[in-house]
């Protein structure tokens, strides 16, 4: 799934190597052995390549680490959808930091430079670093699922969110063992390379199983997932009929988990959009290996990867821009910018809170099941009572129900959910 594996598809074919970036021509002239370079690049095609590669590094590691500090500096933002967010940002700047340079020079020269051990090292860390990401988001979209579908269920804690996050890395190491396993540099005179050498060549039944459970582990199977769950949330959050009684603060909860379905919607379709191109671009290779002698297969490949390798660099974009808190946290990140300005309300927004966090008893539950089937709307406010003010609210509305006084009647065409709600307040 990397340059290497280019390399192999080219050169199996001639005992040589792996890459079809730098097919190498000898003849003679005058007694002269003389080497050609097919895909050798001009000086300014290099350092354009050079300049957009480097942008991906230079954004990628200064905007997920700036997320990592926002996140883990700031008690307010440690949510369990923040903590998946710092593993994603966390794999992606760990792809830009070790993956993204040493596969573009080597993408470019056709020589590995790095030894053994980088070698197996660059084999089997962008599965682990990809598998991570994506099934950090698709835990992300699952627990949105069951904050805003099932609200009163169980959710995760932050430890169980951390031992989500260790169970994802072992799985993602034990998948991409094999690539570094099978890891070999040989020297191809004049040039070393890197490549997976698998038991039966390159093109049999192992690379080829290996390379499709591959795509459909980490790109496929997530996906599907996150659109499953995107679309249900979606339709309960965008499609129900909000109560007109509703009260402000309940509408202004269901606009705050409107736009975290809408932030992570964006990161998701990001992702895919960026790896789209690199697992069809293998997967026709696989069928077509004559397509990696064309001339041409040196540019499109470059532009391939970068548009891979720069899904590592949106996410905290992304963020800044659709999420307040988020904002303001780069704020406060960059305040030593003399164009940047953090506000009161920026200070406060990492500062403070004013929501109400849920302590519901099983028997609480029970009771309030009837309610909720009324209006998923209503039950997602229910969530976030505080036990004591509903028990209080209980009581008063009972005093109410019984109270002959017009004054105190509550309206008919009320729900019960939603004078409930109202009583709470």
Not at 86 to 114: E, I
Not at 216 to 238: D, N
Not at 282 to 309: C, E, P, T
Not at 346 to 354: A, G, I, S, V, Y
């Amino acid at each position: 799934m990397d340059a290497g594996s280019l390399i192999q598809h080219i050169e199996r074919g001639e005992e040589t190597t792996s890459w079809p970036l730098s097919m190498t021509t000898e003849w003679f002239e005058d007694g002269n052995e003389t080497t050609w370079n097919q895909f050798q690049q001009p000086d300014w095609q290099v350092a354009l390549w050079a300049i957009a590669y480097s942008l991906i590094i230079l954004v990628s590691i200064t905007g997920n680490v700036t997320v990592i500090w926002i996140i883990l500096a700031h008690r307010r933002m440690r949510t369990v959808t923040n903590y998946f967010i710092v593993n994603l940002a966390f794999s992606d700047v760990s792809m830009a930091s070790f993956n993204t340079l040493f596969n573009f020079v080597y993408a470019l020269h056709n020589d590995w430079y790095f030894g053994l051990g980088y070698c197996r090292f660059q084999n089997f860390f962008p599965i682990t670093a990809m598998f991570s990401s994506i099934y950090s988001m698709a835990a992300i979209s699952v627990d949105r699922y069951m904050a805003i579908i099932h609200p009163l269920k169980p959710r995760l804690s932050s430890t169980s969110t951390k031992v989500v996050i260790a169970l994802i890395w072992i799985v993602a190491v034990s998948l991409a063992f094999p690539q570094c396993y099978y890891s070999v540099t040989r020297f191809y005179y004049p040039r070393t390379v890197c490549m997976v050498d698998w038991p039966d060549d390159y093109g049999g039944t192992h690379q080829l199983s290996y390379q499709f459970a591959v795509i459909l582990l980490i790109y496929l199977l997530p996906l599907l997932v996150m659109l499953v769950t995107y679309t249900i949330v979606g339709r309960s959050l965008w499609g129900g009929h909000i109560p007109g009684e509703a009260s402000d603060h309940y509408h202004s909860q269901i606009n705050a988990k409107r736009k975290v379905v809408k932030m992570m919607v964006v990161v998701v379709v990001t992702f895919a959009l960026c790896w789209l191109p690199y697992h069809v671009y293998f997967i026709l290779g696989s069928f077509n290996r004559d397509i990696y002698k064309q001339h041409y297969i040196q540019q499109v490949y470059l532009a391939i990867f970068w548009l891979a390798m720069s899904s590592t660099m949106y996410n905290p974009i992304i963020y800044c821009c659709l999420n307040q808190r988020f904002r303001a946290g780069f704020r406060h990140a960059f305040a030593w910018c003399p164009f940047i300005k953090v506000s009161e309300e920026d200070r406060m927004e990492l500062q403070h809170t004013h929501t109400f966090r849920v302590t519901m008893t099983r028997s609480h539950r029970n009771d309030m099941s009837s309610i909720r089937t009324n209006t998923t709307y209503v039950s997602n406010t229910l969530a976030t009572s505080d036990l004591v003010t509903e028990r209080d609210a209980r009581r008063q509305l009972k005093k109410n129900t019984c109270n002959s006084h017009p004054v105190k009647k509550l309206d008919d065409t009320k729900s019960p959910a939603v004078a409930l709600m109202e009583h709470t307040q």
